[in-house]
Each structure stands twice: as structure tokens, then as C-alpha cells.
Nanobody, 118 residues
Framework: QVQLVESGGDLVQAGNSLRLSCAAS????????IGWFRQAPGKEREFVAG?????????TYADSVEGRFTISRDNAKNTVYLQMNSLKPEDTAVYFC??????????WGQGTQVTVSS
């Protein structure tokens, strides 16, 4: 299995940027697809971005963040990043990273809070 720890969340003004990190330990990190998810108060958790080893790391994004967020991974550092630009108040949420095993995201971090003020 793999353990995940997110960091980088903060309070920022709309229009600014943040970079979240997801550090992994345990089983070989490079064998996992990694996704970023978020959950806002009163809402269900939603997919934000993902990087797949099957698709040779080609990233996928939710429509709401396409063009503003970028996911990347550094297997040498066992870390996946989420660069978030042009942040909006509706991006406010707890952000989680997760590792997929089989057909579901099985391993989750504890989350990091992102708050965007208007």
C-alpha cells in the first residue's frame, strides 16, 4: 500500500495561485495512478485532476478547472503536484490526493484546506 500526505493549502485572494503537494511513501509510487479531489462544505467530493500511468501520464481535468489547474508528478521525489492558477472563491474546498489500485481510488491522504476569498 501507499501513504499520502497533502500540503500547500492556504488562504488566498481570488486570482492568485497555489501549488499543492501530495507526498507518498510505501509501495513504489510510480505504479499508481494519482488523482486530486476536493470537497466543499455541504457538497460531495468531486474529481479535480488525475495523472494515469496507463495513459503515459496524460492528465485529465474537471471542466471547472481545465486551463487553470495543472497536475504533474515527480516519481523521483514520490510527489504529485497540483498547480492552481486564477483561483476563484468556488475553488474553496478541502483538497485530497488519492492513489488508484485496480478500478478505484483506494488510498487517500488527510486533505489540505484551500480557501479563496473574493
Amino acid at each position: 500500500q501507499v501513504q499520502l500526505v497533502e500540503s500547500g493549502g492556504d488562504l488566498v485572494q481570488a486570482g492568485n495561485s497555489l501549488r499543492l503537494s501530495c507526498a507518498a511513501s510505501g509501495r513504489v509510487f510510480s505504479t499508481y495512478d494519482i488523482g486530486w479531489f476536493r470537497q466543499a462544505p455541504g457538497k460531495e467530493r468531486e474529481f479535480v485532476a488525475g495523472t494515469s500511468i496507463t495513459w503515459r501520464g496524460r492528465p485529465t481535468y474537471a471542466d471547472s478547472v481545465e486551463g487553470r489547474f495543472t497536475i504533474s508528478r515527480d516519481n523521483a521525489k514520490n510527489t504529485v503536484y497540483l498547480q492552481m492558477n486564477s483561483l476563484k472563491p468556488e475553488d474553496t474546498a478541502v483538497y485530497f490526493c488519492a492513489a488508484r489500485e485496480g478500478n478505484k481510488y483506494k488510498y487517500w491522504g488527510q486533505g489540505t484546506q484551500v480557501t479563496v476569498s473574493s
